[in-house]
């Protein structure tokens, strides 16, 4: 008891004295800060590195509380304050990356700050228009396993012997592609995944990496980072129903497949009139719709479905459901 009101006191001692250091600094007209050391950047994973310093050991003492300013360069300018002195960065790196990082301090109302020190990663080497290009990915949830599908184009001038690898990372899971389809020369040209780690509700980001070897040239990977929200596809709406009485056209549906709830679904209704070749559509929140319509028409009905941005960011629109068609028993 006596010890830990001991050390209550002392350390309040101390760091009620830095205080009062740093504020009589602060009154000083020039302030000298170090710049950090021992700057490195380190892959530790799919488009993903860790930036890592030290504080400058010959700074002066009584200065405390400093923080750093770090600054992205390639491949996305980037800049951010971190009292830390390590931070993680998610980047695509196929065209190298660097970044820099500075020493700072805010001092009452006035601003010091130290040089720059810089590191970089170099960018992987490959002959120019040997990647693979026009990648694009879509996940989508079959039988309760989010699966994901990716294709992509063999790059202009890779040879005929070009053979390229898929990766995908989400989170702290890496997945090399079993199932590809091979285009005419048994080149890898897609991958698809029946199950994945991939959240279910199309939260984070997707990084995808695609590397290649072939005898005759380097060939270059490709990097690209998919927000989830963006390229997951909803189910289409299921148990689409239709019933008509009098001139009253009634349409009801079920939400899709889907980790959301009933409530986070938007629809659009396709109502096609057959005879008089003509459509309508309407957005709609609930799950079913009543119209007035001409009771001697047949018609094609069809609804498809998306997440709303009360449950998160807007993405893609499911498939229409199967087209169901009604007409009036007389
Ligand atoms: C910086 O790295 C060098 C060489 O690895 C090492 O000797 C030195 O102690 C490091 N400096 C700090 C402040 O950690
Ligand atoms: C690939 O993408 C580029 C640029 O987005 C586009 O111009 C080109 O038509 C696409 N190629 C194919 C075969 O889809
Ligand atoms: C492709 O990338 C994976 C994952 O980073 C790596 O293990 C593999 O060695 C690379 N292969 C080639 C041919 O570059």
Known sequence: MYHQYIMVIIFLFLTGSAVVLQANLCLEKEILLLPPVNFTIMVTGLSKVLLRW???PNQDPRINCVKYNVKINTPNEDDYETKKTQSTSVNVLHQGFSASVQTILHCGSRFFQSNWVSAELQAPPGAPGTSAVNLTCVTKI???EVSL???WIVGRNAPKDTQYFF?????RYTKECQEYRKDSWNRNIACWFPETAIDGKGRGKLAVHINGSSKQ???????QLFDLHAIDQVNPPMNVTAKMDGNHLFIQWEKPVSNFPRKCFDYEVDIYNIRRDYSQT???????FDLIIDPTCKYSIKVRATVHFDCRKNGLWSEWSQSISVEAHI
């Open 149 to 151: 599908h990716c294709t």
């Open 217 to 223: 040239m380097v060939i270059k990977p490709l990097d």
């Open 54 to 56: 030290k504080p400058n």
């Open 142 to 144: 079959i039988r309760d």
């Open 167 to 171: 990766f995908y990372r989400f989170d």
């Open 282 to 288: 309407q957005k709609i929140q609930g799950n079913s």
